[in-house]
Each structure stands twice: as structure tokens, then as C-alpha cells.
């Protein structure tokens, strides 16, 4: 069975520090893994993807296989990141679809 | 270039009147989902389409009924509201994952049921 598990519901850092949200995933084939950010009083966006091995805002995610995890790192966070952090793992073979976990919502303090 | 669009943006409804929902997106994309946002639940899929005049169950179909009989439209219908209904609704639509296209989210659309 699929599965996307992102343990950490709230998260809370001070601007400059580092920070990582956590995200778990369970699949039997061969995972594409997504970040997806909801800041307030606005849509989903994506963030980015494990495929494109790209940073974007600063932010970068490392799939570990052997760990089955893609955990979304930032060095130095700014208030600006505070936003509601969702991990998705796509789903293959015919009818494609994207498994959310439950999101990590991360407060960037002043 | 208006992306997604969702109707109505906010309603209350009673228990056991119905409505749908809207989704229109002018990407051309083939596919079409409809999740809830629920509170430490995450987004869940309701149902989904991978093409004009196709539909199929995702993970929490139960009341609710969908059709796409237009590539750039995709509706959600309640037949009869439940107060477990009430939630925010998004929609989203993209060309095809393969780890290449992203999925793009309408603003969402916050239904509460009495």
C-alpha cells in the first residue's frame, strides 16, 4: 500500500536557523516524490520534485531509498517559509495520482 | 491565462440539500482531481478524471458524484449535504505526472454544512 507520512503537524523555528520537515513514504515500486506549500489565504504550489534534484526558495529534498524518506531542508529559514508543507508520492501505472500526507505546518519566528 | 478557477468560492449549505461545484481550468489539461482539505487529514482525493467524459473513484468517493463532460470543466455534486462534508475543496488538473508536470490547484472553495 501507498503511503506518505509527514510525523511532525506543527514545527516551529527562529529566522536563520535551520530547518527540516520530515516525510516517511511506503510504495512498492519506484517512488516520484513531490513538496507542495500553502501559504496563507493562497493555493497549493509545487515546491519542487525529487526528479529535478533542483533548490528552489533555498529549499532542497534528497530521496533516500534506503531510508524511504524525503526530507525537505532549508539552512537558514526565513519568516517568509511559514506555510502549510505537504510531501506527495505519485502513484503509477495507468491512472496516476498523487498520495498527500498530512502536512507539517512550519511557523518561522521573528 | 486564468489557471484553475473553482465556483463558489464559499457556501453553507443545510443537511441534505445538494449543489456542485465548479472547476474550469484553460491549460488543456487532461487531468482533473478534486481533493478535501481536512484538518490534520491532509488533502484527500475524491474522485478524479483522466480525460473529457471520464471519471473514477479516488480515496473518499462516498457522497459525492462527478462529471466531466467538457475537457476544461470538472463537477463535484453533493446529492444530499452531511455536516462530514464540511471541508474545503480544491481542485486541481495537469497534463500527466511522469514525475515531469506538476499539478496546478484551483483557490479552493470552504463548504460548511449545518
Known amino acids: 500500500a501507498q503511503r506518505v507520512t509527514q510525523p511532525e503537524k506543527l514545527l516551529s523555528v527562529f529566522k536563520g536557523a535551520p530547518v527540516e520537515l520530515k516525510c516517511n513514504y511506503s510504495y512498492s515500486g519506484s517512488p516520484e516524490l513531490f513538496w507542495y506549500v500553502q501559504y496563507s489565504r493562497q493555493r497549493l504550489q509545487l515546491l519542487l520534485r525529487?526528479?529535478s534534484r533542483e533548490s528552489i526558495k533555498g529549499f532542497t529534498a534528497d530521496l533516500n531509498k534506503g531510508e524511504t524518506s524525503f526530507h525537505l531542508k532549508k539552512p537558514f529559514a526565513q519568516e517568509e517559509d511559514s506555510a502549510m508543507y505537504y510531501c506527495a508520492l505519485l502513484t503509477q501505472g495507468g491512472s496516476e495520482k498523487l498520495v498527500f500526507g498530512k502536512g507539517t505546518k512550519l511557523t518561522v519566528n521573528p | 491565462n486564468a489557471g484553475v478557477t473553482q465556483t463558489p468560492k464559499f457556501r453553507v449549505l443545510k443537511t441534505g440539500q445538494s449543489m456542485t461545484l465548479l472547476c474550469a481550468q484553460d491549460m488543456n489539461h487532461e487531468y482533473m482531481y478534486w481533493y478535501r482539505q481536512d484538518p490534520g487529514m491532509g488533502l484527500r482525493l475524491i474522485h478524479y478524471s483522466v480525460g473529457e467524459g471520464t471519471t473514477a473513484k479516488g480515496e473518499v468517493p462516498d457522497g459525492y458524484n462527478v462529471s466531466r463532460l467538457k475537457k476544461q470543466n470538472f463537477l463535484l455534486g453533493l446529492e444530499s449535504a452531511a455536516p462530514s462534508q464540511t471541508s474545503v475543496y480544491f481542485c486541481?488538473?495537469?497534463?500527466?505526472?511522469?514525475?515531469?508536470?506538476?499539478?496546478?490547484f484551483g483557490p479552493g472553495t470552504r463548504l460548511t454544512v449545518t
Open positions: 525529487h526528479i
Open positions: 486541481a488538473s495537469s497534463y500527466s505526472f511522469r514525475g515531469i508536470n506538476e499539478q496546478y
